[in-house]
Each structure stands twice: as structure tokens, then as C-alpha cells.
């Protein structure tokens, strides 16, 4: 990549900046002597979280932050999987005897246990992911609220439910909600907090157990909100952890399980799915976006380009609901863009374990040189770059500037697919059907943004719009955090939803219990089979015209 090839000017590369500092010329994001992820992750921490994992080999995780090891960790072979799940099983038949509101309010002490000992969660996050610590908290922010939610709505949700029966008044209808028995869990990187323990609460409420597969590049995140909600009252057998390669662990974990849920790439996601439809159990699957923001003629461009940085480079891009794509109507494209770049440009990138630097790191290797080629790929087929595209090794072995792409075409592929960095490409659009038209045109469908003056038309277009969320006037926290409404994705972004009612009863097996009085369901009273086909012709009549469902 040559500067010769931007569009824009790009300034030369600043002299080495000392960790946890912005580029040269900026504030120190983090003051001198500040904390390292040598001093919060201890051998003695490590290996008090890791004592719950069942597992007979060992492996290291690394912090992103540095490159340098950051623990040992066990590592599990597909015996100790079977073994995590037999230990599930057996705790499990006991944890669903307890009352359903005992076990949300296991959630409601976690909740403020969380909220208090939040400083202890947000250094391991940081370590283990790299991101600024304000991303960190959002995972904080999006555990309480689904721990308050399901610890005060869970038993509303679980609770037996009365229907019409066929025979009004003669046939008594109950709905049940069972536990399915045992969740193999297999959560992500990105959000290790959010993403383990998050998708978890909803399952112990239910009344099951989980075996839970964290990447093993934050299972100690994982693993501290495993201790915390122990402490809240959850019995520790009902929560077994092992750690492996995916490839290993993965398989192991579906074949074992009752149920599947499963967050990170749809290429995993199929296959995880595959295995899950071979055994006949159910399956949800938060999968990969290629999300759009829209930014109608008439939206207030200075709100739009502060939410747009925040809904591209939060957590470095690196958030399956975060915006890759930009569609600005013509009209206001130059006035957006200048606030937007002035904006990504003054990001300050930092490693300090502290609140102040605006964006962290991405989390390995491999993301690394996914932004890289994407970036690369789109500048030699002739896309400029409005600001960023360069790593940045002085900050961190990670670090990559935020980037805004213009001019990127089809054949880039960065185009289409999901780059999971903070890298966006912007497009300028004449009218809002073909703003639809464009934001639309992908087989992902997650999440996505709209932004107007007029809220009416925005919740118009954001009904035309094919995701399982639509932000108006924000980028993806509005939706996200509305803990009592669906959340997921469609076409390629998955299957199932978390949060709400859809979030806890997909954990549950229907069970319908239909009590019969006075009369059967079938000739009775001397009638014979002429006599009460007629009989039942009539009262089928009689029920459509008294308007009952």
C-alpha cells in the first residue's frame, strides 16, 4: 500500500509512542506508571478462576495489548467435555426443583455483586481483549440489564399458562415450560462478558445447566463471572467450563448437548447447526453482519457523525452489530464526511488499563491482517482512504488506525464481506429507495441505523429495512439494551433471538396438558358416528359465529 495510491493525503507515520499514548502531538491517554495485564492477570488469580475447568492438558492465552503470555489455562480434550456434562446432568435434576423465583434471584445478587466489583471484570477485559475500558463497561452495562430483566420477568415468562381448549369451558388447557436439560454453550472473543455469562442467565433461570466453551483467549473473563455468580447462589456443578481449539472442543460439546447456542462466524455457525440438526436438538445462532447506517437528506449530520463513530469503532470494529457500511444521501454526504473524518481522525488509541483512551486493540494476528488485506485489497482497485489505514505497532502489536474508505466497488472485498475491524466504507445515495435498496443488497442481516429529523420516517424505512434490529437516531446501544425486545439476526446472521421472551422459553421445551370434563371427544350419549359428526358440524359453526379463536 503506497500513499501514491490514496485519495486523500495520509501523514507520515509519527515517531514510536510509549504504551497507553495516543499518536505523538496527542495527551497521554493513561498517566505514567499506569497498570499492565501482568499485574492484573497473577499466576495466583489465574489459577483460582481456572480451578472449575475440566480439563487434563494445558494451554496460554496471550494479552493482545502486548503479545506477551498472560496465563496458563487447563486445556480440554472431548473426555472431559463428556465429563463436564455428566457432572451438568446430575446437578442439573436438582437445580430445576427449585422454585423459579429462587433462581431468578440468584440473578438479582449477581446483578449488584457486578455492579460493585466492576473494577476487578473491566481489567480482565481489557487484558484478554485489548478494547478501551468505556467498551469494557459496555459489557458491564448489558449484563445488568439482562440480569435485571430475567431475574424480574423470568418467572412471568416460565410461568404456566392457561389456553381456550377446544370444548370451551369442558376442556381446561395448561402450557408448561420445562427445562431442556443441559446447554452446550460456545461463546465468542469479542465480548467475553456479555457473550458467556449474558447468553448463560437466561438458562439457569429455565432451570438448566451449561457447558460453556469460552475462546480460550478470554476464558478468564468467563471464568470471574462464573465465581461471581456462584457467590450469588448458583450451585457450582450447574455451570461446568472446558477450554480447546474449536475444531476439538466444539464437535464434542454439540454431541453432548440439549440444546446449542452458539455466537461468532457463519461459517462456524453452519456447522455447529449441522451438527445440532444431526441429533435433533434445537439451536440458536448469533452469526456474522455486514451492518448499514443510512443517513437520510434530512438528519442533524453532527449527531449522525458522533454515532457513527461510535457504531463503527467501538470495541475497534470488532462487535457483530457494529457498522461497516455508510450510505449518506448526497446532499449532505460533504458535510457528514468532514465531521466524521475530523472525528475518526482524532481517536485516540490507547493501552492503558484506565478509562481515556477512545479505542484498544484488535485481538490477535488473524484480525489483524483481515483489516490489513481488506484495506490493502480495496486501495489497489482504486479506493481512497479519508483517514487511517495503517497498523499501528508503536501503540501495540494490534493496533490499527480507524479507517474510512470512499470509492469502494463491488469487486473489493471489503465490499461484501465482514471485516471485524474499524474499517467502514461510506456510499452516497439519491433517495431512500435506493438507500434501502443498497443497505439490503447482502445475505447478512443483523443490524443496522437510521438517521432523520423525522421519526415517523425513520421507523418507516427502518421497517423495509431485512435485520433483526434497526436503530433510529443511534447505532446499535438503543436496540441492544432493550433487554425486554427480541435480538437477532436474519438471512446469514443466524437463527433464534436473544433477550425477551424469545431469549428464556427457547431454552425451555413446550408442553401442553389438556384436561377433558363431562363429555369426550367422540360419539357418546347413544349418538352414532352420522349423529355426531352433525352434533360437531354444528358446534364448529356455532364457535366461528360466537368469534372464538
Request: net charge neutral.
Amino acid at each position: 500500500m503506497t500513499d501514491s495510491a490514496h485519495t486523500a493525503p495520509v501523514a507520515a507515520a509519527p515517531a514510536p509512542a510509549a504504551a497507553g499514548h495516543p499518536p505523538a502531538g496527542g495527551n497521554p491517554v493513561a498517566p505514567p506508571g499506569s497498570r499492565t495485564p501482568a499485574d492484573v492477570v497473577t499466576p495466583a488469580l489465574a489459577a483460582r478462576l481456572t480451578r472449575p475447568v475440566v480439563g487434563s492438558g494445558s494451554t496460554v492465552s496471550r494479552t493482545p495489548l502486548t503479545g506477551l503470555q498472560l496465563a496458563e489455562l487447563p486445556e480440554s480434550t472431548p473426555d472431559d467435555v463428556a465429563t463436564a456434562f455428566a457432572r451438568a446432568r446430575e446437578a442439573q435434576q436438582h437445580w430445576a426443583t427449585v422454585p423459579v423465583s429462587a433462581r431468578a434471584a440468584v440473578l438479582l445478587r449477581f446483578h449488584d455483586l457486578l455492579l460493585e466489583r466492576q473494577s476487578e471484570v473491566l481489567d480482565l477485559i481489557q487484558a484478554e481483549t485489548g478494547k478501551a475500558r468505556l467498551h469494557a463497561h459496555e459489557e458491564v452495562q448489558a449484563v445488568a440489564v439482562g440480569a435485571r430483566h430475567y431475574g424480574r420477568r423470568g418467572p412471568a415468562y416460565l410461568r404456566p399458562k392457561g389456553h381456550a381448549g377446544v370444548l370451551p369451558v369442558l376442556t381446561k388447557v395448561t402450557e408448561l415450560r420445562h427445562p431442556r436439560g443441559v446447554v452446550g454453550q460456545i461463546a465468542p472473543w469479542n465480548y467475553p462478558l456479555e457473550l458467556s455469562v449474558g447468553d448463560a442467565l437466561p438458562a439457569f433461570v429455565a432451570g438448566n445447566a451449561v457447558v460453556m466453551k469460552p475462546d480460550t483467549g478470554t476464558a478468564l473473563t468467563a471464568l470471574w463471572a462464573r465465581e461471581l455468580l456462584v457467590e450469588a447462589g448458583l450451585p457450582e456443578e450447574v455451570w461446568q467450563v472446558v477450554i480447546g481449539d474449536g475444531p476439538v472442543v466444539g464437535p464434542a460439546l454439540v454431541e453432548h448437548a440439549d440444546y446449542v447456542s452458539f455466537t461468532g462466524s457463519t461459517r462456524t455457525g453452519r456447522e455447529v447447526a449441522q451438527g445440532a440438526a444431526a441429533r435433533l436438538i434445537g439451536s440458536s445462532l448469533e452469526l456474522g453482519g455486514k451492518n448499514a447506517m443510512l443517513v437520510l437528506h434530512d438528519a442533524d449530520v453532527e449527531k449522525a457523525a458522533a454515532g457513527a463513530v461510535r457504531g463503527c469503532f467501538s470495541s475497534a470494529g470488532q462487535l457483530c452489530i457494529s457498522i461497516e457500511r455508510l450510505y449518506v444521501h448526497e446532499s449532505v454526504a460533504d458535510a457528514f464526511l468532514e465531521r466524521f473524518t475530523a472525528r475518526a481522525k482524532a481517536l485516540r488509541l490507547g493501552t492503558g488499563l484506565a478509562y481515556g483512551a477512545d479505542m484498544g486493540s484488535l485481538a490477535s494476528q488473524r484480525q489483524l491482517d483481515a483489516v490489513v488485506r481488506h484495506v490493502e485489497d480495496a486501495v489497489a482497485q482504486g479506493a481512497g482512504v479519508l483517514a487511517g489505514g495503517r497498523p499501528r505497532p508503536d501503540v501495540g502489536p494490534f493496533f490499527y488506525e480507524p479507517t474510512v474508505l470512499d470509492g469502494v466497488k463491488p469487486s473489493m472485498a471489503v465490499c461484501g464481506e465482514e471485516t471485524f475491524g474499524p474499517v467502514v466504507s461510506v456510499y452516497r445515495f439519491r433517495d431512500e429507495d435506493e438507500a434501502v435498496a443498497l443497505a439490503n443488497a447482502t445475505p447478512y442481516g443483523l443490524n443496522a441505523s437510521v438517521w432523520t429529523a423525522d421519526g415517523r420516517r425513520g421507523r418507516a424505512v427502518a421497517a423495509r429495512l431485512r435485520t433483526g434490529t434497526v436503530n433510529v437516531n443511534e447505532a446499535y446501544a438503543a436496540a441492544y439494551g432493550s433487554a425486554r425486545a427480541p435480538m437477532g439476526g436474519m438471512g446469514e446472521s443466524g437463527l433464534g433471538r436473544r433477550h425477551g421472551s424469545e431469549g428464556i422459553l427457547k431454552y425451555t421445551e413446550a408442553q401442553t396438558v389438556a384436561h377433558q370434563r363431562v363429555v369426550p371427544l367422540a360419539p357418546a350419549f347413544g349418538l352414532d358416528d352420522a349423529k355426531y359428526a352433525e352434533v360437531m358440524t354444528r358446534g364448529l359453526r356455532l364457535l366461528k359465529a360466537l368469534r372464538l379463536r
